[in-house]
């Protein structure tokens, strides 16, 4: 006899959350499975018509704090891009080292505190802190790069302050550099131990499979994050300007936050995709984590993000190491940081890889620079259709091998491994079986 | 003694809060050895839970939320609002001079009438507030000075004075000099003059301080030759609930 399942959370009656699983089959055959997100809209696109340049990545980067610096960078790019400002050495390599520094920051949060613990079956980091307190240790110590790097060179981390468009409002000095180069260098040693530990908790992932269509940054010079052209493995390689054709947003009733599709219903964002169309631009040490870690491109287990995201620790961490190398050489004065802005009527566009994947920002401004018309398209809104259907293959796969309970589990962590904001991830993984 | 208990709800915000006091590293542990943490970036029903302090960050946005606010309420002895969107409504406010249903029209079109939202509020909107963390983010100096005197049973010294006093004590070169200008006047003190320190503008993401009315500070900022309509943008990014953020009928700003 075909099986029947209904996983439903009401989100009106259940308190803390802001999105929900729903899976209904009956007979074995699912009839119904997503993802609800049921945050509340925040219409950022109209809050910030009629604010100056100077205002709006003030405004867009509080859209999410873990990313903040990334909502920054893409922001700001738009506002370079829109009226045509070139960039010195300088303010590029300070831009390029605050990214690094959120993309291992946040992967070191969702690594050690949200997948770790899934795999080590504890309910959350807390029991971690007793049971392995070196390993929450060293989790926090990596995670402090984030605070070190973005203090120093912007004022902080969460919505930093001296990064605007065109430069940064306030020179580092070389003191506070110094330090921030021998932090960075003082965590070697744990970035080997977190791919260690990663590969002990590897198997614990479910073996499933889906291939999909990987959308990310690309540049001829680099694994690309900060900038490049758009890269799908299903239509190529298009000019950022372009980005409306591969990525066309439309509403759907049960979620706040916009799907996305290209070619087929779905595509997929983040440091999967990443890797899968950019993994041969890999640094050494990236290298050496994908093999150790045994991620080979393309890899369509989307619970592999989990993996990706460490890869990506340790090919970051050396491109901080390198990038802070040659920024402790540069001549960091107000003549290369200060920001020379002449704002102009026009459109601008910037496409930057932040931790949870691609993120879009695109503003019109008036002649005084006011912004007209914006719109952000942000990661985890792009993977929403995605995950919608590796759920609609992974359902009926398991349906009838395992229990309602082990599938819940399962479906919670697919839905971690996308790494969305944790503003989704972390509230909505109670799941009620009616 | 048992550990007093813990809890972290979030509403419409940007969780930045949150990552600020998990970027406490330092004190971290200390803090999870000094409490019982019972409801942090996890799933646990609030109906079956029970905690002595919670902290809520987030602005009120939508009318169903107001249960959920009042039962935090009805379980917590001491409820902290953690952030500008908690405490004043924050930056989410703008959407109310832009009109609601304009902004859900602009940003859903058709598909606006499937959402729900209404005008960002602070929760004092919905419930009663014991302390505050202002900021936009929160500083992480006084949410430690919070936790520290909240478990001490002592009240919070939270200052009520304008940024400037801070700005001064690090001698920056103040904005206004440099032919800028700066909410510094108005803003209230505690995140030790974080903006002007870095070069940014000042524009009081920790809200007004008490007496922003009656003392000299909207005659400072006429004298800097700052418009009207510059000092209600800026008091609207952050301060949009106050009522100063609608031009006086008097005008009485203009010089
Ligand atoms: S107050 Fe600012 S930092 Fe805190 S949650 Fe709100 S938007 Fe984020
Ligand atoms: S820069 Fe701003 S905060 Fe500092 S003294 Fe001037 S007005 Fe006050
Ligand atoms: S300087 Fe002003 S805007 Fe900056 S953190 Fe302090 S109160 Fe907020």
Known sequence: ?434 | MAKPRVSFHDFTSCEGCQLQVLNCEDELLGIVGAVDIVNFREAIDEKSDEYDIAFIEGAFTRESDRKRLEHIRKCAKIVVALGACACTGGLNVLKNFRGIDESMKKVYGEAASWYETSPALPIEAAIKVDVKINGCPIPKQEFLEVVKSVLAGRTPQIPDYPVCVECKLRENVCLFQKGEYCMGVVAKAGCNAWCPSYGGRCYACRGLITDFNKNAAKDVLAEYGLTLEQVMAEFRMFNGVFPVAEPPADGALKS
């Open chain 1, 1 to 434: 006899m075909g099986k029947t399942l209904d996983i439903n959370i009401h989100h009106l009656t259940r308190v803390e959350g802001h999105g929900n699983i729903i899976v209904r089959a009956s007979d074995g055959k699912v009839e119904k499975c997503h993802l609800q997100i049921v945050e509340t809209p925040r219409v950022f696109e109209s809050m910030i018509c009629g604010l100056s340049w100077r205002d709006t990545a003030m405004l867009t980067c509080r859209i999410c704090g873990i990313c903040s610096v990334g909502h920054t960078t893409a922001s700001i790019q738009a506002t370079d891009d829109a009226f045509g400002l070139k960039l010195t050495p300088e303010v590029l390599a300070l831009r390029k080292l605050m990214l690094l520094a959120e993309e291992i920051q946040s992967h070191v949060l969702h690594v050690y505190f949200l997948a770790a613990p899934d795999a080590l079956g504890a309910g959350s980091v807390l029991p971690l802190a007793s049971s392995h307190p070196e390993v929450v240790k060293r989790a926090l110590r990596m995670k402090k790069v984030g605070n070190v790097i973005c203090d120093a060179v912007a004022g902080r981390h969460v919505h930093p302050i001296a990064l605007v468009p065109g430069g940064f409002t306030h020179v580092p000095s070389k003191k506070d550099l110094k330090k921030v180069q021998d932090y960075i260098l003082m965590l070697n040693d744990d970035v080997d131990a977190t791919v260690e530990t990663v590969a002990a908790i590897g198997g614990a992932f479910p073996k499933f499979e889906r291939e999909r269509e990987d959308v990310s940054l690309t540049h001829p010079d680099e694994y690309a994050f900060y900038n490049g052209q758009l890269k799908s493995s299903k239509t190529g390689v298009h000019d950022i300007h372009d980005y409306a054709k591969v990525i066309h947003e439309f509403c759907v009733e049960h979620s706040t936050s916009k799907h996305v599709r290209n070619v087929d219903a779905c595509l997929a964002v983040g440091a999967l995709s990443r890797f899968n169309n950019n993994a041969a631009q890999l640094n050494d040490r990236g290298q050496a984590a994908a093999k150790k870690l045994g991620l080979k491109a393309p890899c369509y287990n989307p619970y592999y993000n989990n993996l990706a995201q460490t890869v990506e620790i340790a090919h970051f961490y050396d491109e901080a190491v390198k990038l802070m190398d040659q920024i402790m050489k540069m001549d960091l004065t107000e003549a290369t940081l200060a920001p020379n802005v002449t704002p102009k009527a026009g459109r601008g566009i910037g496409l930057t890889e932040v931790p949870r994947g691609l993120l879009v920002h695109d503003y019109t401004y008036d002649e005084k620079g006011v912004c007209t018309k914006a719109n952000c398209i942000i990661p985890t809104g792009m993977n929403l259709a995605n995950i919608d259907h590796d759920m609609q293959k992974y359902v009926p796969e398991v349906i009838n091998t395992r229990t309602q309970d082990q599938i819940g589990h399962d479906l919670e962590m697919l839905v971690r491994s996308y790494d969305p904001c944790i503003s989704c991830s972390v509230h909505l993984l109670k799941v009620d079986w009616v």
